[in-house]
């Protein structure tokens, strides 16, 4: 489990292609002494299991299922990546729940300056778009946000300066592809009304 809250960016030092998975290195700033072999890191908001590591680096594999539904697919040497370690029993939470499991992918449609800030507009694919509520929370390139309006598959952001520095939304420009993963208690309390 995640807080979305982005401890590092990292950047993809190589790809390797296999058959059918991809093998990303990522270069990153984290204590690697305190990093296991199997350890879940999240990036841009997908779980993702360390399988090897060396003096700065890293190692992930990830499978046909998850370059086909996230935006892992599109990544090149070079490429800067949100990180965030597993949370521990403890830890503060600062941002929100998030399993790393990525719902969606969306299309970022207008990025503004708002006073200090910017206003980010996000399609939702469909259905998805129903579990996302104002005020809710959601996980944007694994960084824990807080919706502000909603209509219809299209909801808004704000991004503060902080949140603009130091993680890879800053990047975000019209067109861009994002990882989206809803909050999980709307996806629970949303099964239920089904159920009911």
Known sequence: MFTGIVTDVGRVRAVHETSRDRRFEIETRFDLADVDI?????????CLTVVEKGQGWFAVEVSGETLAVTTLADWREGRRVNLERAARVGDELGGHIVSGHVDGVGEVLSVESEGGSHRVRIRAPRPLHRFIAPKG???????SLTVNEVE???????LIPHTWEVTTLGELRVGSRVNLEIDMLARYLARWRETA
């Open 38 to 46: 199997g350890a879940s890191i999240s990036h841009a908001g997908c």
């Open 137 to 143: 929370s959601v996980a944007v390139e694994g960084v």
């Open 152 to 158: 219809d598959d299209v909801f808004g952001v704000n």
